[in-house]
């Protein structure tokens, strides 16, 4: 029979592995800081980099669909949107009927029309995605005064499915909530709906807890009606000029 660890190894091992996991924190801190985003002030970025941030950053995570509708649970990441931006996605929509008359054929159980995904999480309360939608004329100083305050996190390109709840928003606060590697959960306790370019987007306030650039990636996890969205978020990524 194998002996159990001793006290001894175990505490070198858990030394070993959370000197691992600084090391690794500090390379991808390195790597990012060589991203125009750090490298140049936000009056100098170009419309292309503004949408890189908004649309594919470490505060801006493409967002995996989940249609739990027939309780299967089969992941979509491509699901579409009302708007044009976004990765093409092959995977059928899952034929619902979010709305009276809906047209096109849309029903149970798949869709034969291939969609763009431009399904994406966006940590809106981060400082450089507030610069970047200043950029773009959609300064909020209310949203500013409460990013020290919450969270701010932002479904942008509303899954067509679930498009009719933008008018019931307090559905998507119901079943929202960042789910931290510690264990602990943060339940959403505002929602607002507010314009974006091209779109409307859903934002959702979470109370401000203490995450470290050295913590493990956090998840956002909403659930809508018979979707659920998902993203995860890696703070050792989300560091910006130094903070």
Known sequence: MTAPPSRTSTQLMRSTWMRASALAAIAVSALFAGSFWNESSPEQWTS?????????????????VKF?????????????????????????????????????????????????????????????????????????????????????????????????????????????????????????HRVEVRPRPGAAGIELYFPRAAISEHDKPLQVRIAAGDYVLEAKFKPAEMVYRGR
């Open 48 to 64: 292309t980099q503004i949408e890189e941030l908004l649309g594919d950053s470490p505060w801006a995570r493409p967002a995996e």
């Open 68 to 188: 739990l509708g027939d309780r299967g649970g089969s992941s979509l990441p491509g699901l579409g949107s009302p708007s044009g931006r976004g990765r093409t996605s092959r995977t059928p929509l899952p034929r619902t009927s979010p709305w009276p008359g809906a047209g096109g054929g849309i029903g149970f159980p798949y869709a034969k029309k291939a969609f763009e995904s431009d399904v994406t999480l966006v940590w809106t309360s981060a400082l450089p995605i507030r610069q970047a939608l200043a950029r773009q004329g959609v300064h909020d100083e209310l949203r500013d005064v409460r990013a020290a305050d919450d969270y701010i996190v932002t479904i942008d390109g509303l899954p067509l499915p679930l498009a009719p709840l933008a008018e019931t928003p307090d559905v998507f606060r119901q079943g929202a909530r960042l789910e931290l590697k510690d264990g602990s959960v943060i339940h959403a």
